[in-house]
């Protein structure tokens, strides 16, 4: 048993917040989807149960329960005058864009497929996908995925990437690229920024079909065909092969879906596409390589979101085990960029050995 100090009764209490987590996540969401966590911060100390039930219309017992729940969740106070208040977790839960994607995504992609964990262990494969279809990941299904639950894949996918961007650009294009393959674009943001970056580029997306599919609509929009193009690939097959011709390949959070083993054997396909030219960026967030512990124990549980329905075998990453994976790829790590912007994200930017 560990040695670290902790009363027993603090233990006992930690493991019993573990125990109702599921329902407490849920009393929270609620409150803050029913306008309620919203009415009370408005009131700025001054809101009554009985206030709530009046001008909300909902039921007395519905919100005693709430606010109890809340309160002890830590998101509310109520003082001995039944004045309600949003402590700063609350506000948090209220206004923080970060705290917000991440209650949507795991309401929606995560939660009901989250109950069998176990058996996603067990057998190396994203049980809890089956809630949304029969795909052997979430990346054949992604675009075919209900709408709420697809706005909120993507929201949490692109809050965890967009930040970095700025200065990721300025980065890869600094020698200028002629033509930038983007492998596993997904709805093509990064090509497209690329474009808007730089009137002279070039983009090659290389991902799945459904992928591809929007990608190349979201390109059409922007009257940007013309400048990108797109290579149907799955690089689970090793026999299919990453063409040559790039003078950057850009892969942004896209190595952290898959397992070590299969991150060597895509690295090892974009190493026979490289030449001694060729930059190589890998834009991941380490979680090994955060400021703040809310960054990391998001990161950590998002592993989770991988095992339940993502793919059933892959995780977040620390920077050093990544940094291996490139080495026994053939490549090497020529420049570090961590924390671009102050987001989460670290750049590495490989060269072929």
Excluded at 25 to 37: E, K, S
Excluded at 187 to 200: A, F, I, N, R, V
Aim: charged share 20%; with cysteine.
């Amino acid at each position: 048993m560990t040695t670290k100090k902790m009363h027993a009764i603090d233990a006992l209490h930690e493991a019993q917040k573990l125990a109702f987590s599921p329902l407490f996540f849920q009393a929270v969401l609620t409150i803050r989807n029913l306008g309620i966590l919203d009415y009370i911060f408005d009131k700025d100390g001054q809101a009554t149960i009985e206030d709530i039930v009046r001008d909300l219309g909902l039921s007395d017992y519905g919100v005693r329960l709430l606010v109890e729940a809340a309160e002890s969740a830590g998101a509310l106070s109520v003082n001995e005058a039944g004045l309600l208040e949003v402590t700063k977790t609350g506000f948090f839960i209220l206004k923080d864009r970060m705290t917000q994607v991440n209650f949507n995504f795991v309401q929606d992609v995560c939660y009901e497929g989250a109950r069998v964990l176990e058996d996603c262990v067990k057998n190396g494969k994203p049980e809890g996908l089956k809630v949304f279809g029969n795909w052997p990941t979430v990346y054949e299904g992604l675009s075919q995925l209900p709408d709420r639950v697809k706005k909120s894949w993507f929201e949490f996918d692109h809050f965890y990437s967009d930040n970095a961007f700025p200065s990721a650009l300025k980065i890869v294009f600094d020698p200028k690229p002629a033509y930038i393959f983007d492998i596993g674009g997904n709805t093509g943001k990064w090509s497209m920024l690329c474009c808007e970056y730089d009137p002279d580029v070039r983009v090659k997306i290389l991902d799945l079909p459904g992928q591809l599919a929007v990608s190349r609509e979201n390109a059409r929009q922007r009257n940007l065909l013309e400048r990108i193009d797109f290579h149907q690939i799955n690089l689970l097959d090793t026999s299919q092969k990453v063409p040559q011709g790039a003078d950057v390949i850009w892969m942004s959070q896209f190595l952290d879906c898959f397992a070590v083993e299969e991150i060597v054997a895509i690295l090892k396909n974009v190493c026979q596409a490289a030449n001694q030219n060729t930059r190589i960026y890998i834009l991941e967030p380490f979680f090994d390589n955060q400021k703040y512990a809310a960054a990391k124990h998001s990161l950590i549980g998002t592993s989770l979101y991988f095992t339940t329905i993502a793919n059933g075998n892959s995780k977040m990453y620390s920077v050093e085990v990544m940094k291996n994976l490139v080495s026994q790829a053939g490549l090497v790590v020529s420049q570090e960029y961590p924390l671009l912007d102050g987001s989460y994200h670290t750049l590495l930017e490989c060269r072929k050995t």
